[in-house]
């Protein structure tokens, strides 16, 4: 793992190190080991690093666990956002696809097309993100980001409005925090992230127009590739020229801390 890390911030990035932003993995079955490589690639230039949508279906503590404090403390202090890609925890959504049960040596599959998976998986992050913000991780390190990668933004208004209604009524008898609505938080230390999203768009202003991101998706084949720059200007042709370009570049480059080199 760290002859990629090293491999990827040294010698691919280095190629073009106004285009390419340095991504690290981390060793995150050994608590010790990942806080330890997170502070080793902050310090050689890692701009983010890579968790699992959710850490449970791995066999390892939730984010409501203090286990990965230490991870979170390296990332505030170095201001490394945290990128959370959907069906990165090995959990793939659906009933049809939780619902199986693992066959030593075998590639158990279900009856159902693997549409369906691919139609939900945004949904993985909906629980990654209600998690957080009832997990008082985000209270307890205020500088701590989250980009959402690959999981659309068109359910972020619906999330905040009933997560907001719950914490409204259901605070009271639960150890949740009192006086931060989750919505707030939402605001404060997340990033959306979308490839072609209509009706996120037009619900801009209710998710936070400071707070989403386009991306590409590039090689996968939910990807626009190679007219993603002609699907772009389609989807944000009714988008204010200020706003358009907060989504498509000024975004990114503030959650990364990557600002754009200049010529010397």
Same mark, same amino acid.
């Given at each position: 793992?760290?002859?990629?890390?090293?491999?990827?911030?040294?010698?691919?990035?280095?190629?073009?190190?106004?285009?390419?932003?340095?991504?690290?993995?981390?060793?995150?079955?050994?608590?010790?080991?990942?806080?330890?490589?997170?502070?080793?690639?902050?310090?050689?230039?890692?701009?983010?690093?890579?968790?699992?949508?959710?850490?449970?279906?791995?066999?390892?503590?939730?984010?409501?666990?203090?286990?990965?404090?230490?991870?979170?403390?390296?990332?505030?202090?170095?201001?490394?956002?945290?990128?959370?890609?959907?069906?990165?925890?090995?959990?793939?959504?659906?009933?049809?696809?939780?619902?199986?049960?693992?066959?030593?040596?075998?590639?158990?599959?279900?009856?159902?097309?693997?549409?369906?998976?691919?139609?939900?998986?945004?949904?993985?992050?909906?629980?990654?993100?209600?998690?957080?913000?009832?997990?008082?991780?985000?209270?307890?390190?205020?500088?701590?980001?989250?980009?959402?990668?690959?999981?659309?933004?068109?359910?972020?208004?619906?999330?905040? #409005?009933? !997560?907001?209604? $719950?914490? *409204?009524?259901? %605070?009271?008898?639960?150890?949740?925090?009192?006086? /931060?609505?989750?919505?707030?938080?939402?605001?404060?230390?997340?990033?959306?992230?979308?490839?072609?999203?209509?009706?996120?768009?037009?619900?801009?202003?209710?998710?936070?127009?400071?707070?989403?991101?386009?991306?590409?998706?590039?090689?996968?084949?939910?990807?626009?590739?190679?007219?993603?720059?002609?699907?772009?200007?389609?989807?944000?042709?009714?988008?204010?020229?200020? #706003?358009? !370009?907060?989504? $498509?570049? *000024?975004?990114? %480059?503030?959650?990364?801390?990557?600002?754009?080199? /200049?010529?010397?």
């Amino acid at each position: 793992m760290k002859a990629w890390n090293d491999f990827y911030i040294d010698e691919w990035c280095a190629t073009a190190p106004d285009r390419y932003i340095p991504l690290a993995i981390l060793p995150v079955w050994d608590i010790d080991a990942t806080v330890a490589e997170a502070e080793r690639v902050a310090a050689k230039g890692a701009r983010t690093v890579s968790f699992p949508d959710s850490p449970v279906p791995m066999g390892l503590p939730s984010f409501h666990s203090d286990h990965w404090d230490g991870l979170w403390r390296v990332c505030s202090e170095t201001q490394m956002p945290v990128s959370l890609h959907f069906g990165s925890g090995s959990f793939v959504p659906g009933f049809s696809f939780s619902s199986m049960k693992p066959i030593a040596g075998q590639m158990v599959v279900p009856d159902a097309p693997f549409a369906v998976a691919t139609t939900l998986f945004s949904s993985n992050l909906m629980w990654t993100t209600v998690d957080l913000l009832f997990s008082g991780k985000l209270q307890q390190f205020p500088d701590l980001q989250f980009s959402l990668a690959e999981g659309g933004i068109g359910w972020v208004p619906y999330i905040l #409005e009933r !997560s907001d209604y $719950v914490w *409204e009524r259901h %605070r009271y008898y639960q150890d949740i925090d009192f006086d /931060t609505r989750p919505s707030d938080l939402f605001r404060k230390h997340f990033w959306g992230c979308f490839i072609d999203d209509m009706h996120g768009l037009k619900n801009r202003h209710e998710i936070g127009i400071d707070r989403i991101t386009l991306e590409i998706d590039f090689p996968h084949s939910d990807s626009n590739w190679p007219n993603s720059r002609k699907r772009a200007a389609e989807v944000l042709a009714d988008v204010p020229d200020d #706003e358009c !370009s907060l989504i $498509v570049e *000024e975004n990114a %480059r503030r959650m990364l801390n990557f600002p754009r080199l /200049t010529a010397a």
